[in-house]
């Protein structure tokens, strides 16, 4: 089957992705409750008593919302490094010793014929990572809730066939919006979140002839929209590039509901 995945919510009100082989299934954080995360697994036809493991991405609550009540219920190992697991231990409550599994930044776990590296990245969180995933020839990256997207970051998701990418904010409606200072300034700074700009600016040095898509994720509900966001993205990718030049397709996520079930090696 090769990789196929789902993100099954994207924003401030919950992140949670699938990664799935034939063999080897993954849960990318759980920033939604355990009974939204059943039911939007449900309609993708699969049950997180199919999961193998939790991966954490970092400790905010949108991450790990139904973190403690998923692993308890279905029995699941979760992976985190050091600094995470310190930081959200008193927020997910009792977790069996055999199922408080480190991960350090960097290091690469298998869950069958799926392999999953963690990287680090840029937010105010304990010690932040994101993860490319692989199986055979084909790689998927997930990064979101970054800063900025250091030469490091770049070169671990450059030339993947998939990319889950940030795309928060738009920078004039942040500005306006209702946020205190205090808080926009934080999502601005190179700990906080990627900007639309930034997501063009990054796609122009990793998206490679192999990236077929790239995925606009962790979108502000009060500060961007999604027709603004690839709105933006394109005319950054399209000031740069040639018209000939390869560009992946932009696809949504939804903070709501999930998508569909993405099949790398399909165009």
């Known amino acids: 089957m ?19 082989t034939d063999d080897g299934k993954v849960l990318i954080d759980a920033g939604l409750s355990a009974k939204k995360v059943e039911q939007l697994l449900g309609e993708r036809d699969m049950s ?45 409550g009792e ?5 408080r599994c480190v991960m350090q930044t960097g290091e690469v776990r298998e869950f069958g014929s799926l392999q999953v590296e963690s990287y680090g990245i840029s937010h105010d969180a304990a010690e932040p990572v994101g993860y490319c995933f692989y199986h055979e020839d084909q790689k998927l990256s997930v990064a979101t809730d970054l800063g900025y997207m250091s030469s490091k970051v770049k070169e671990k998701v450059r030339d993947s066939d998939v990319l889950v990418l940030e795309s928060n904010h738009d920078i004039d409606m942040l500005r306006v919006g209702r946020y205190p200072w205090n ?31 790239v995925y606009l994720a962790h979108l502000s509900r ?25 560009r992946a397709k ?18």
């Open 2 to 20: 090769g990789i196929k995945f789902t993100v099954l919510g994207s924003g401030s009100t919950g992140n949670a992705t699938v990664v799935a």
């Open 48 to 92: 997180l008593k199919e999961i193998d493991a939790i991966v954490i991405t970092h400790e905010h609550a949108d991450h790990i919302k139904g973190l403690g009540a998923i692993a308890r219920k279905y029995d699941l190992p979760i992976y985190a490094n050091e600094k995470t697991w310190e930081a959200l231990e008193k927020h997910v």
């Open 95 to 99: 977790i069996a010793d055999a199922n």
């Open 183 to 213: 808080i926009k300034r934080r999502i601005l700074s190179d700990v906080g979140h990627l900007s639309n700009e930034a997501a063009g600016e990054a796609m122009l040095d990793v998206v490679t002839e192999r990236t077929k898509r």
């Open 222 to 246: 009060d500060h961007n929209l999604m027709d603004l966001a690839r709105l933006t993205v394109n005319n950054v990718v399209e000031d740069r590039l040639a018209a000939d030049d390869h």
């Open 250 to 267: 932009l696809m949504d996520t939804y903070h709501d509901r999930s998508t569909a079930w993405d099949r790398l090696g399909e165009e």
